[in-house]
């Protein structure tokens, strides 16, 4: 084979290569897209039988709390989706740490907003056992956006009070129909004052507590007359409320029912740790009630029992 015949048959499997690589990356834009238009369908379908499975603070348990890798293991799982925390660094860039000091989850001390981002991205974040994770970083709210673009759901906690930076990167990246945020104790009017009309631009849910404030079926019912919230997060020590036996109703105005089955204190004691060895009991309770989004620690015992009862895919 002469000089000029190898050159035209590396040009050509180059060419070849070159067009394998956009098609594989064609196909996984067009799945992406399908995956989270499907995602979306069914979030916004408040009377739909499948139970959402919220990760919370990602795939913490295999990798460090708030991490890129955290979130890639919930993708990779089925998750639907993922709850991350916002903190504002004394630059002003929004970052994703649950706490206000680092010492817990990273190898830094002090407080977040008492270093600048450069600074940050020296630290190392720990694992769910307190030690250093040399490889991962704390994302910035950026770097976590792109990470599920057409993939998963978002949950931004603690943003609340950032909502107007966040939304400027939450646009940045693309991801306005896939990020929901969370309003606590807060009153329609409140929403409507510190949000405006940004609020039409993404998913919005009230957080209510259903042990300390009054009349919660009243607030709920203006919520869902005036903004429409996509969900509703109720959170209670005890199974006494009237609210935990009209979720049907919730659900017929409109908006899914969030509970968070992490610890006691959030779910009158049906908790994940329990549902360790009494599956059943636990996320049994919460679909007999009716709810139909679950914010857990515990994602794939979670889809598991789900999907084992066909209330998950």
């Known amino acids: ?39 979306l369908e069914n979030f916004k379908n408040s009377v739909g039988k499948d139970v959402i499975v919220v990760a919370h603070r990602g795939d913490w348990r295999n990798a460090p709390e708030n991490s890129l890798q955290a979130i890639e293991n919930c993708i990779k799982m089925g ?11 004394k630059d002003n860039h929004l970052i994703i740490i649950h706490d206000k000091r680092l010492d817990r989850t990273t190898t830094g001390k002090g407080l977040v907003s008492d270093w600048t981002l450069d600074s940050l991205k020296t630290l190392s974040l720990k694992n769910g056992l307190g030690n250093p994770e040399k490889l991962h970083k704390i994302p910035t709210l950026e770097e976590a956006l792109l990470t599920t673009k057409g993939k998963i759901l978002v949950n931004l906690d603690k943003c609340y009070e950032y909502f107007d930076d966040a939304l400027k990167i939450i646009k940045k990246t693309g991801t306005s129909n896939q990020v929901l945020i969370k309003g606590f104790y807060k009153t329609v009017d409140e929403v409507q004052k510190d949000l405006g009309t940004s609020i039409d631009s993404i998913l919005f849910m009230p957080v209510l507590n259903l042990d300390r404030q009054i009349n919660p079926d009243k607030i709920i019912k203006n919520f869902q007359s005036h903004i429409k919230p996509a969900a ?25 029912v969030w509970v968070n089955s992490l610890w006691a204190s959030l779910n009158a004691g049906y908790e994940d740790e329990l549902a360790v060895s009494q599956t059943d009991s636990i996320y049994g309770w919460y679909i007999k009630k009716g709810v139909n989004i679950i914010q857990t620690d515990r994602p794939q015992l979670l889809l598991n029992y789900l999907r084992s009862k066909g209330l998950h895919e």
């Open 232 to 256: 509703v997060e109720l959170i209670f020590s005890k199974d006494t409320s009237n609210v935990i036996n009209q979720l049907s109703q919730i659900k017929k105005n409109g908006s899914r």
């Open 1 to 39: 084979m002469s000089f000029k015949h190898k050159q035209i048959l590396i040009l050509s499997l180059i060419i070849i290569v070159l067009f394998q690589c956009k098609q594989i990356k064609r196909e996984k834009t067009i799945n992406n897209e399908m995956r989270i238009t499907k995602l």
């Open 79 to 89: 998750v639907d989706m993922v709850e991350l925390d916002v903190q504002k660094t």
